[in-house]
């Protein structure tokens, strides 16, 4: 039996590329497998957030993945930083990984951007407390979008290299689950960046949060090039932001590219967008209407909180413990 492990960001909305990339395959893991599913605030801070804001954002991330239809009875939900596990055993990992290791992460130095001397240290060591995340529950399986496949090689090699530096059997390494047709969603306004929550331009993303008026205007604007849709998908080489419209038809339809060519090859985007933009407000408009009863419950979402913590510590700290034992700190 596998035992799955996931975590989300608390910053900005969740978007189509979250729910497409990742959030998708948590809801349907949680029926077959023992899933624990984690809003990150602790990730959250390695670059600067206003208190009130992140407070705000890890209660409306927790409710926007109820929404999406992660259920608390069925998976283990809760904010990382109240479970202390997560930052005591990054400790002990960022002792095992090697500075090398770290200085090999493309996500740092994009994040870092110019100013590397002026990022914090916690942006550096990030990917040591994903791994952290993962290996807290010996988690076996991961679901991430395709973003993330660098920091969960090493999370593998953190564990490798603990195992044997230990002479134990104690992290089972953790296999990335990037599954499904869109494990890299691109921004609507430049088909060759991912669509993400920092992207200071709204327009580059769908967010689960927007009504039908506001997906309709934001497909309608959406980057594409002068040509008609090709027949196969051959014919969508050189041409990202066709390449991911169609791809976006593709997800959210449950069909194949080859599929959706079929119907739109030789049409036009006049005639592809509103489309898409219809296929959008019928699969989210669930998920918005029930994110908005949630999200102002307080009470529901504290104890929500408050629940999955407590499940959460109750299998990471047998795990600790058996970490401090392995490297020689209590009997
Ligand atoms: P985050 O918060 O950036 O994204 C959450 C999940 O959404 C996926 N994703 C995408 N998938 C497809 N297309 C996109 N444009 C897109 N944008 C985001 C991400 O791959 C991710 O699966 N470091 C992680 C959070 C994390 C974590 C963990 C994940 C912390 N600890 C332990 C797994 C295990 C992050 O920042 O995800």
Redesign the pocket.
């Known amino acids: 039996m596998s035992r799955i492990?996931?975590?989300?960001?608390p910053?900005g909305n969740l978007?189509l590329?979250?729910y497409?990339?990742?959030?998708r395959n948590w809801v349907r893991m949680q029926d077959a497998h023992e899933c624990i599913f984690?809003v990150?605030d602790l990730?959250a801070i390695t670059v600067a957030q206003d208190p009130a804001t992140l407070r705000r954002g890890i209660h409306e991330m927790t409710a926007a993945l109820i929404a999406a239809g992660l259920d608390p009875e069925r998976c283990v939900l809760f904010p990382?930083s109240r479970v202390r596990v997560h930052a005591e055993l990054a400790w002990v990992l960022m002792c095992t990984a090697r500075v090398g290791w770290l200085n090999r992460m493309t996500q740092f130095k994009e994040k870092s951007g110019k100013d590397r001397e002026g990022a914090s240290v916690g942006l550096y060591t990030?990917p040591v407390?994903?791994a952290a995340?993962?290996l807290a529950y010996k988690a076996t399986h991961?679901?991430?979008?395709?973003?993330?496949k660098q920091?969960?090689e090493l999370?593998r090699d953190i564990a490798i290299k603990f195992n044997n530096d230990m002479g134990v059997e104690l992290f089972p390494p953790p296999e990335p689950v990037i599954e499904g047709p869109?494990?890299?969603?691109?921004s609507l306004r430049d088909g060759s960046s991912?669509?993400?929550?920092s992207d200071p331009s709204d327009q580059s993303r769908i967010n689960l949060t927007d009504d039908a008026d506001t997906i309709a205007a934001k497909v309608k604007r959406a980057k594409t090039d002068p040509d008609a849709l090709p027949s196969e998908a051959a014919g969508l080489a050189g041409r990202p932001e066709a390449a991911n419209l169609v791809n976006l038809m593709a997800a959210l339809t449950d069909r194949s590219i080859a599929d959706v060519l079929a119907e739109f090859g030789g049409k036009g985007f006049g005639a592809f967008k509103p489309a898409l933009a219809e296929v959008m407000v019928t699969r989210l408009a669930p998920i918005t209407s029930r994110f908005n009863e949630l999200k102002n419950d307080d009470v529901a979402i504290e104890a929500i909180c408050a629940r999955g913590a407590e499940r959460a510590r109750a299998i990471a700290e047998p795990v600790l413990a058996e970490v401090h034992r392995a490297v020689g700190f209590v009997a």
């Open positions: 492990f996931s975590g989300i960001q910053t978007h590329g979250n497409l990339g990742a959030i984690s990150v990730h990382q990030y407390l994903q995340d993962i991961v679901p991430v979008g395709e973003d993330q920091h969960l999370a869109a494990t890299r969603v691109m991912k669509m993400s929550k």
